[in-house]
């Protein structure tokens, strides 16, 4: 008899949504992880005849699916949850959230407020996120002990200071944080400018040379406001998106969240350029910004993902519910229900989400050789039964909280329900003493 290999997980006895190029389905299905990848799937009769292991995980007959990649938010933000709300964006930022953020955010706000986060994203099935904010060494720190991917970049706002100085100072920070996490497993670097309405051109432009040098993903908010659009229009004669491209610095590295106000021109400088769209409609919905056009430019075959943006205007990081919002929110605004199908917002949430960043070789769908992040939820719940399509089901049943199990890097990060990697309880505990300053 042929002796079986040796594998480090095996999950069994579930329906695995691979999100491969062939959107396949294997019903009565295993995955099989050794070290932090993904070496083999199918049908669970067949993996138990090739594999044995000490750490098997039975799905219960749940879907085994890829970890959800959140492309779009600001972790620590998550501190500011339910602080202002009701507001549009610039007097919700202006007033509220830039005050409180000179006022309260430092290291320490940053890594516990980070912490926070990743315990909702692990609960809510998300394993890779895009982070722009302050302290990312901090956010980076937080990541990596609870053990989820990330892309993490600090926030650049020149428009209210010395462009000079804040050039250097966060050069600085990135070559620090470039240092940092050079050979981490989890974390890698960004240059993230906020916006062209908060930086200026000189500064855009020079670290879109830095982010060319160093081969990184350079993210900014565009065309997130009409306010935004037409204040650019006014000082330049072209909308942010021309601007940009005037200026030279949209290429296949440079991810757009938001893209709200976009015209036909506009879409086609994003479909040439090869930018990628980081679509947040929650909180686009909930500051009142617009719809962004996402059946247009996914019929354009530009790549979208999803994002939450920050807890703040949000108010949460459920990439379930974004789903959600995502595929009605496009079928309301161009009044055609087929459009940005159940099946395409799945693969926004991840394949795409991993296109986007440049990470599809690695991760987005379950195949062999790719890194082992993958997600487990409970089918055998009220909301979920019956079940004639899967792909229907996560985007318009499913919430975060279906969510059992969790493994990220091939390292178990939650089972049954439980994070393994860090202390819950202790981190609400750290956040509502932050908080207590805040609200008094
Ligand atoms: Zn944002």
């Known amino acids: 008899m042929k002796q079986k290999e040796k594998a480090d997980i095996i999950i069994g006895n579930g329906v695995i949504l691979t999100v491969n190029n062939n959107d396949e389905i294997i019903n009565d299905g295993a995955v099989v992880i050794k070290k932090n990848k993904i070496i083999d799937l199918g049908k669970s009769s067949d993996i138990k005849n090739k594999y044995k292991t000490k750490k098997e995980i039975d799905a219960k007959n749940g879907v085994i699916m890829p970890g959800l990649i959140n492309t779009h938010t600001h972790l620590a933000m998550s501190i500011f949850r339910g602080l202002a709300d009701d507001l549009p964006l610039e007097k919700w930022l202006n007033e509220y959230i830039f005050p409180a953020e000179d006022k309260f955010v430092n290291e320490k706000f940053c890594?516990?407020?980070?912490?926070?986060?990743?315990?909702?994203m692990i609960f809510s099935g998300t394993t890779t996120f895009c982070d722009m904010y302050f302290f990312e060494k901090e956010t980076g720190r937080a990541a990596e002990e609870a053990g989820v991917r990330g892309i993490i970049g600090e926030g650049i706002v020149s428009a209210f200071g010395d462009e000079d100085k804040i050039f250097n100072n966060k050069t600085r920070l990135t070559k620090d944080l470039l240092k940092?996490?050079?050979?981490?497993?989890?974390?890698?670097?960004?240059?993230?400018?906020?916006?062209?309405?908060?930086?200026?051109?000189?500064?855009?432009?020079?670290?879109?040379?830095?982010?060319?040098?160093?081969?990184?993903?350079?993210?900014?908010h565009l065309a997130e406001t009409k306010k935004e659009v037409d204040e650019i229009k006014n000082k330049f004669g072209m909308s942010p998106v021309e601007y940009l491209d005037k200026i030279g610095v949209l290429d296949e590295m440079t991810l757009a969240a938001h893209c709200v106000w976009?015209?036909?021109?506009?879409?086609?400088?994003?479909?040439?350029?090869?930018?990628?769209?980081?679509h947040c409609p929650e909180s686009n919905m909930k500051l009142a910004s617009g719809v962004a056009p996402v059946y247009k430019?996914?019929?354009?075959?530009?790549?979208?993902?999803?994002?939450?943006?920050?807890?703040?205007?949000?108010?949460?990081?459920?990439?379930?519910?974004?789903?959600?919002?995502?595929?009605k929110l496009a079928k309301v605004s161009t009044l055609d229900s087929t459009v940005v199908s159940a099946k395409e917002t799945v693969r926004m949430a991840t394949i795409n989400g991993a296109k986007v960043l440049g990470m599809e070789n690695e991760?987005?769908?379950?195949?062999?050789?790719?890194?082992?992040?993958?997600?487990i939820l409970d089918f055998n719940r009220p909301h979920l039964v019956p079940v004639y399509d899967y792909y229907s089901h996560l985007v318009y049943s499913v919430s975060g909280s279906d969510v059992e199990t969790c493994i990220i890097d091939g390292k178990v990060v939650m089972e049954n329900r439980k994070i393994l990697t860090f202390n819950?309880?202790?981190?609400?505990?750290?956040?509502n003493k932050i908080a207590s300053k805040i609200s008094n």
Not at 262 to 278: M, Q, T
Not at 424 to 431: A, G, L, N, P, Y
């Open 111 to 120: 890594y516990w407020g980070t912490k926070l986060s990743l315990a909702e």
């Open 180 to 220: 940092e996490f050079k050979n981490s497993p989890l974390i890698s670097i960004a240059i993230e400018p906020h916006s062209c309405y908060t930086c200026g051109k000189e500064i855009l432009i020079k670290f879109k040379e830095f982010a060319k040098e160093n081969n990184l993903l350079y993210i900014i």
């Open 262 to 278: 976009l015209d036909d021109k506009d879409i086609e400088i994003l479909k040439n350029r090869g930018v990628k769209v980081l």
């Open 297 to 327: 430019l996914l019929k354009d075959n530009v790549v979208v993902s999803l994002g939450t943006d920050g807890s703040a205007s949000n108010n949460d990081l459920d990439i379930f519910s974004e789903m959600d919002s995502a595929a």
């Open 363 to 375: 991760i987005g769908s379950l195949e062999i050789g790719k890194k082992a992040d993958i997600i």
């Open 424 to 431: 819950v309880e202790k981190t609400i505990k750290e956040v």
